[in-house]
């Protein structure tokens, strides 16, 4: 079992920063991909970004590509996703989630542990 805990969300202007986090706690974390999810009011869950157990490998959204970039600390057993640039149609609730693999994943069928998310509101 894997336990997921989100931080960092809040309220910015448009154009600005915020870091989220995310603490696991659990069995081999450090060996598992992770992935951010997103999801605005009335919409699905989107996928954001994921990073491989290594960090080798990280993927993005298109919306998301040259503004946001997730990074991961596995002596802390944390992810993290920096978001600059932000824009209003970033608002929503930022989900951690992450998989049993080792490998990325832009699917959310493929995350069977999520935390609660983290609010991120960007005002215009």
């Known amino acids: 079992q894997v336990q997921l805990v989100e931080s960092g969300g809040g309220l910015v202007q448009a154009g600005g920063s915020l870091r989220l986090s995310c603490v696991a706690s659990g069995r081999a974390v450090s060996s598992r991909a992770l992935g951010w999810f997103r999801q605005a009011p009335g919409k699905e869950r989107e996928f954001v970004a994921t990073i491989s157990w290594s960090s080798s490998t990280t993927v993005y959204a298109d919306s998301v590509k040259g503004r946001f970039t997730i990074s991961r600390d596995n002596a802390k057993n944390t992810v993290y996703l920096q978001m600059n640039s932000l824009k209003p149609e970033d608002t929503a609730l930022y989900y951690c989630?992450?998989?049993?693999?080792?490998?990325?994943?832009?699917?959310?069928?493929?995350?069977?542990?999520w935390g609660q998310g983290t609010q991120v509101t960007v005002s215009s």
């Open positions: 989630a992450c998989r049993q693999l080792g490998t990325v994943s832009k699917y959310r069928t493929d995350y069977p542990y």
